[in-house]
């Protein structure tokens, strides 16, 4: 049996259709609204569901708090001037790229990982080579450097 996801485009409902041919219907009809034309979730199938890189907001376990220190941490938010919202547990609720970059360097973290959407990394990030390294230390270009 194969799961296929749908997405309603006139009331956002999402569901699965699950069914034993390997070529799904184009389109379905949505059990919320009766929209006759919903089509694959090409996102949920492809990216991961809720936790696709476009999905947002987001939460960060790893910038989290503790459930005590929620009222702290969003004072110290609005004292960076990155205001941040937490959920229950404690993880920040990040809204967008920018105000995660934002955020996670006010608090003094950085994400090299984070994904496509972030710029390149700046002077805030290790130099890669022994090159880099003297390049930055004296001043140089990187290509005048020997290694």
Known sequence: MQIYPYKCPECGHRFDHMMQKLNPPDTLVCGECGYRK??????????????????????????????????????????????????????????SPQHRAAYLRGIGMFDRDAGYSDPAPNEHTRPRSRREQLARKYGLDPKLVGA
């Open 38 to 95: 919903c089509k694959q979730d090409w996102q949920a199938k492809f990216a991961g569901g809720d936790f696709a890189p476009g999905n947002w907001p987001m939460e960060s376990d790893a910038a989290g708090v503790h459930p005590d220190q929620i009222p702290e941490a969003v004072e110290h938010a609005k004292s960076i001037g990155v205001p941040t919202e937490f959920n229950k547990a404690g993880n920040p609720i990040l809204r």
